[in-house]
């Protein structure tokens, strides 16, 4: 009697331990109306609602950001959220939270969202309209593979947010030929005395070339997951393709069943796909893996329902600009696989003279003369103001630009 009351205590402990440990988790879920805007919150950029960042990290990603939107209007926002899981995806979350805000300004839609929701195991960045053709999806892709999620595979969030958000501020200001924003770590491991002698040094060359030839070895590999499904490479890369649980070569697919975005993505170009099996690990389950080779161009874009590189990306000037005026330009999005289809007009800068550019630095950048004529997509529902001076981002929108990544 006394084992089986003993037995009924464990039990209810147990289901009563079971509520408190489940409980904060279905907490976690957010909507985007509860994602705190950094804007209005303390002026900043970066949003850490996972606490997964250093203080010294927020400021920094504070700091370049301010730099990137002081030099050509640029906003990127940071977020950390413990979870998506209101949203259908992690990108839906990120189009909805990037409109929600109105990331970037309103006459070029030049925002970006860095967004790491922890749970999900995932990093998806958005673009503004105004962004893709300086940062097209395959190059936010690249960004993501092998500046962030190798990070974070070893549990670096600091290092790979750092990282990822410097490659993002280096691209987006080549366009303006500015100063590439860089981020240093010194290292005083190194004893600059001279009591080495020649024994030091010649040791030390060595020791130099071994670890730079097997660094360059392991460049030119990719260690692929054979449970993946699909991996997405630009089509320049040529390195070598090696199963990540056995280290073994993967031998080439020929007769590959792709899927009709995938065929429609290829007769377009802007992608191409091989296939890679692994035939030491034999897996039934995964016959063999999918890498996508990707265009660079900014005219493939992925579609945000078929998940392919499926929509061509065209640009018209319907006015252009001139040293008094703005101009403006209608981006078109349409999708070759699907019905999804968008047409934006937005906003070109007026050309600027030494003149008049310090004169129109202490103007808004706002302004909602923009044409938006979405079929379909999100709208550009961002708040009033007028960048960092306003306490809030400055109206820009997205209309799926981007791409996304696990790790």
């Not at 504070?62 to 977020?79: F, H, K, P, S």
């Not at 010649?202 to 054979?226: C, D, E, S, Y």
């Not at 649980?245 to 031998?251: A, I, S, T, Y």
């Not at 004169?359 to 009033?384: E, L």
């Amino acid at each position: 009697m006394k084992t089986l009351n003993t037995l009924k205590q464990t039990i209810t402990l147990g289901f009563i331990s079971s509520i408190v440990i489940l409980t904060p988790l279905s907490s976690q879920a957010l909507t985007v109306e509860e994602v705190t805007n950094p804007r209005q919150d303390n002026g900043g950029w970066v949003t850490d609602m996972a606490d997964i960042l250093s203080d010294a990290t927020e400021t920094e990603i504070n700091r370049m950001i301010n730099n990137l939107e002081q030099t050509n209007g640029t906003e990127i926002a940071v977020v950390t959220v413990p979870d998506t899981s209101p949203s259908a995806t992690p990108k839906a979350f990120a189009t909805e939270l990037f409109n929600h805000w109105g990331i970037g300004k309103a006459d070029t839609d030049n925002g970006v969202l860095f967004l790491i929701p922890v749970s999900d195991r995932h990093v998806e960045i958005e673009t503004g309209y105004g962004i893709e053709g300086i940062l097209p999806d395959a190059k936010v892709g690249d960004i993501i593979d092998t500046k962030i999620t190798p990070q974070y595979k070893q549990g670096d969030f600091d290092r790979g947010t750092l990282d990822g958000t410097s490659a993002l501020i280096v691209a987006l200001n080549s366009s303006s030929n500015s100063t590439e924003e860089a981020i240093t770590t010194s290292d005083n491991s190194v004893d600059k005395g001279l009591n080495w002698g020649i024994f030091a040094i010649v040791g030390g060359m060595g020791l130099i070339l071994t670890r730079g030839f097997m660094a360059w070895r392991q460049r030119n590999k990719i260690f692929v997951n054979p449970r993946k499904t699909k991996i997405a490479l630009q089509r320049r890369d040529n390195r070598q393709i090696h199963c990540a649980k056995c280290n073994q070569p993967m031998e080439k697919v020929n007769n590959l069943e792709l899927t009709e975005p995938q065929r429609i993505a290829q007769n377009l170009g802007g992608a191409s796909f091989r296939g890679y099996k692994c035939s030491n690990c034999h897996n039934e389950k995964y016959p063999y893996v999918i890498l996508s080779y990707f265009s660079n161009s900014d005219r493939y874009l992925d579609c945000p329902d078929c998940q392919e590189l499926t929509v061509i990306r065209t640009e018209e000037t319907i006015k252009e600009a001139t040293w008094n005026s703005k101009g403006k330009r209608l981006i078109s999005k349409k999708c070759h696989c699907c019905d999804y289809q968008t047409e934006k007009v937005i906003s070109i800068p007026r050309l600027y003279s030494p003149t008049n550019r310090s004169k129109d630095r202490s103007r808004s950048y706002v302004d909602s003369s923009y044409v938006d004529t979405s079929y379909s997509g999100y709208g550009g529902g961002g708040f009033d103001g007028g960048g960092s001076s306003g306490g809030d981002f400055g109206g820009g929108s997205s209309g799926g630009g981007g791409a996304g990544g696990d790790w």
